[in-house]
């Protein structure tokens, strides 16, 4: 298994651009999540996904936009990057959505892309 | 609001030197505690899941214990491949009922030779 896998490593946008960061996982993981993650803050939830085909929003959810068509894969859109989207972003996944009875929420995460918005 | 707080924020111990770091919480209803490690440069690394008070886990040189407010992570005889920053999360419901997981800020752990 290649667990979460992500793409790109690192990106430089210019203000104003629109990009997808790719996450996968070979798990067959129900959830998945995106974080951001920034100096001196603890990771924060940007958008979640239950199941295929359902998303909702985290804490911090404004200027990205997800899907999620297949099990497998949940893209992170950013609509029009601004430079406080500057930060690591990290793709998650577990067995189970939280609040499920017996419901496993260990999530595993996927390396990272180094997002920097100039 | 939903707290988690670690302490301390870093943590320089030398190789063969116990301690423990914390984690303390105030959510309105705590349904698990979660402890991850993370390498400069890397995802974070699931260690433990921690559902109720009095509950411990152990892998090797870790060992995570959890009370009705605080979790701590004891590390004994660490080594210098144990340095990383040390990830506390809580999955609590919030004021919708739904799920959450907030996580602390980390401390970072480093074990000199």
């Known amino acids: 298994n290649a667990g979460v896998t992500q793409t790109p490593k690192f990106q430089v946008l210019k203000t104003g651009q629109s990009m997808t960061l790719q996450c996968a996982q070979d798990?067959?993981?129900?959830?998945m999540s995106w974080y951001r993650q920034d100096p001196g803050m603890g990771l924060r939830l940007i958008h979640y996904?239950?199941?295929?085909?359902?998303?909702d929003q985290g804490e911090v959810p404004n200027g990205y936009n997800v899907s999620r068509s297949t099990t497998e894969d949940f893209p992170l859109r950013l609509l029009s990057a601004a430079p406080s989207q500057t930060s690591v972003y990290f793709c998650?996944?577990?067995?189970?959505?939280?609040?499920?009875?017996?419901?496993?929420?260990?999530?595993?995460f996927g390396p990272g892309t180094r997002l920097t918005v100039t | 609001e939903d707290q988690v707080t670690q302490s301390p924020e870093a943590l320089r111990l030398q190789e063969g030197e116990s301690s423990s770091l914390n984690c303390s919480y105030t959510v309105s209803g705590l349904r698990g505690l979660f402890w991850y490690r993370q390498d400069p440069g890397k995802g974070p690394e699931f260690l433990f899941t921690?559902?109720?008070a009095g509950e411990e886990k152990e892998k090797e040189r870790l060992k995570a214990t959890l009370t009705k407010k605080e979790s701590f992570l004891h590390i004994t005889a660490p080594k210098p491949e144990d340095s990383a920053t040390y990830l506390c999360?809580?999955?609590?419901?919030?004021?919708?009922?739904?799920?959450?997981?907030?996580f602390g800020k980390g401390t970072k752990l480093t074990v000199n030779p």
């Open positions: 798990m067959n993981h129900e959830y």
């Open positions: 996904s239950v199941g295929a085909g359902i998303t």
């Open positions: 921690l559902y109720s």
């Open positions: 998650a996944s577990s067995y189970r959505a939280p609040g499920l009875a017996g419901g496993r929420y260990e999530q595993y």
């Open positions: 999360a809580v999955q609590a419901i919030s004021q919708g009922g739904s799920e959450k997981l907030v």
